[in-house]
């Protein structure tokens, strides 16, 4: 699909179609207004007839409307003008490109991204309605024998911004919602592909290919390296499976070396059956889904690379199947993790947090800035939070602020979880240093306070994506988030670090001079 941003009025566009809202009830936006003068009233008459409302999500297409010079006018019902706020506008937007998409229009001009969305700018405007169409476009169906082409007709959209002097803001605010759509899209074609495809090894050609897209650094540890490193916990994981495990690391350099990286560390358990601690038949197949951690970081590092935003960020991946098999680890195994903190499996479906752990221990040698973890942790976080927030949890209250507030405006919602030390107890381990599981009572919490028994060197926080990743039942697919948050998180850490917003009360991101850096303090 091609886009473009545009300034000029409705009525003068040569074009297959031009996209107007019309508020409830009956009541035309401005560029609907000016169609209806230039045609002596013909859309006016028209919804005096009641063929339209302005119902949020209702369509109507017109041909030849007079003295117009497109072919087609679309009409789009927002709802309510005082309850024109983010979800509205993100329906109107997708129900007028299902509608055109019905039609034969092989381009369009949509006027919606000029209509006042409630504390919304224009930037914000052009950045969603582009991800929006980018959804709604959204296909997996590399396996089906026969393809659907219905999209095939739509090829170029125009984004109209109502003053020449948004031209450029408009262009650049299209430029981040693709480079965040495409990290989104990379995201949910890695949820979707199946586990007998996407393995730690695709996982790792995939990072590759990022690496030589965008000019990253790549490495690659593997089993022995891991084992020299004394990760006994994410390979106690591992060992169960004939797939070998990696961890991968990808380095995008957007700021000078001395600036601290933020790191982004992905669960990805390309297939996760529980382990000898085996799930159920029923649904397991949506375990293939257990690497959406890793599917965000890479999506993630791939779109802050692709707006190149002056920033370090590294995406880490620890990755390997949970299987059972006559070698896997059983319940009351005890493991040494790479922090030298034993751990006592009693189940081994808590497989997540071993492979954390480790990945978490890992990263302190990057010296981070800021770390977050983005894993499909637990089915508690489910029952907590439903579908609609991730699980936010955070060591540092400023770090929770700005991950919540980016989700708020990138409409991919985070709710601030307690990481209360009462907690804790329940971690206990009679024979280790701690449990890997914490009862039923607050599981998603209690998996949380196991991974910040790892993250005490730097500012963490760690984001469930079990309820949030992929949608379940006949519309079964990877949703992309949080791919959205983690994105905008970045951008808003690049206006920091440029001195476009003020820092949050954390002046120092960059280490002493010469490479030497400086150390961590203990708070
Ligand atoms: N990957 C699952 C969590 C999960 C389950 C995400 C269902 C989405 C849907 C994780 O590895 C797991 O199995 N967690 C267990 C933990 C329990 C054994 C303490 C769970 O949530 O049941
Ligand atoms: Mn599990
Ligand atoms: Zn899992």
């Not at 004394?230 to 797939?243: E, F, P, Y």
């Not at 992905?266 to 601690?277: H, L, N, P, Q």
């Not at 799930?279 to 779109?303: F, H, N, W």
Request: aromatic share 6%.
């Amino acid at each position: 699909m091609e886009f473009s941003i545009k300034s000029g009025s409705p009525e003068k566009q040569r074009t297959a179609c031009v996209v107007v809202g019309i508020f409830d009830s009956r009541k035309l936006t401005l560029a609907a207004d000016l169609l209806d003068r230039i045609s002596n009233g013909y859309i006016s008459d028209i919804l005096r007839r009641g063929d339209l409302e302005g119902k949020l999500g209702s369509t109507l297409l017109l041909h030849n409307v007079p003295h117009t010079l497109c072919d087609r006018v679309l009409l789009v019902g927002l709802g309510r003008e005082r309850e024109f706020k983010d979800a509205e506008y993100h329906t109107a937007i997708r129900s007028a490109v299902k509608a055109l998409m019905e039609t034969g229009a092989p381009e369009a001009v949509f006027y919606l991204t000029e209509v006042p969305v409630r504390k919304r700018e224009i930037a914000w405007r052009i950045e969603h309605a582009t991800q929006v169409v980018y959804e709604c476009l959204y296909r997996f169906d590399r396996f089906k024998s026969k393809q659907d082409d219905a999209r095939r007709q739509l090829r170029k959209l125009t984004l109209s911004v109502s003053r020449r002097s948004e031209l450029s803001i408009g262009e650049d605010a299209l430029r981040r919602g693709q480079a965040i759509a495409e990290g989104m899209d990379l995201a949910k074609d890695l949820g979707n592909l199946p586990g007998n495809v996407c393995t730690p090894t695709y996982l790792a050609e995939t990072a590759k290919e990022i690496a030589g897209r965008f000019s990253l650094e790549l490495e690659v540890l593997e089993a022995n390296d891991m084992e020299a490193l004394g990760m006994g916990s994410l390979l106690s994981v591992a060992k169960g499976s004939i797939q070998p495990p990696k961890l991968i690391v990808l380095r995008y350099h957007g700021a000078d070396k001395k600036v601290k990286p933020i790191v982004l560390v992905g669960k990805g358990i390309t297939f996760d059956s529980g382990g000898i601690s085996l799930k159920p038949g029923e649904g397991m197949d949506e375990m293939k889904y257990d690497m959406c951690g890793a599917a965000t970081v890479l999506g993630t590092i791939q779109s802050a690379a692709q707006m190149k935003l002056p920033l370090n960020v590294y995406a880490v991946v620890p990755t390997c199947e949970n299987m059972p098999a006559g070698n896997a680890s059983k319940p009351g195994d005890i493991v040494t993790s790479m922090s030298g903190q034993t751990i006592e499996i009693l189940n081994t479906d808590a497989e997540g947090r071993l492979i954390l752990c480790d990945a978490l221990t890992y990263v302190e040698r990057f010296e981070p800035d800021t770390v977050v973890d983005v894993a499909t942790l637990t089915g508690a976080c489910i029952i907590a939070l439903g579908h609609v927030a991730t699980g936010l949890y955070a060591n540092h209250d400023g770090l929770a602020r700005e991950l919540s507030s980016a989700g708020e405006d990138a409409c991919d919602k985070a709710w601030h979880m307690p990481l209360w030390d009462e907690y804790q107890d329940q971690l206990k381990s009679n024979f280790a240093d701690m449990a890997n599981i914490g009862g039923r009572p607050a599981g998603s919490i209690t998996a949380a306070c196991f991974l910040s028994r790892y993250a005490k060197a730097y500012e963490w926080a760690h984001l469930d994506i079990a309820g949030t990743a992929w949608k379940s039942g006949k519309e079964k697919g990877a949703t992309g988030r949080p791919v959205p948050l983690l994105s905008r998180f970045l951008i808003g850490r690049a206006d920091q670090l440029e001195g476009k917003v003020p820092m949050r009360g954390r002046p120092k991101r960059v280490t002493e001079a010469d490479g030497e850096s400086a150390q961590h303090d203990e708070d």
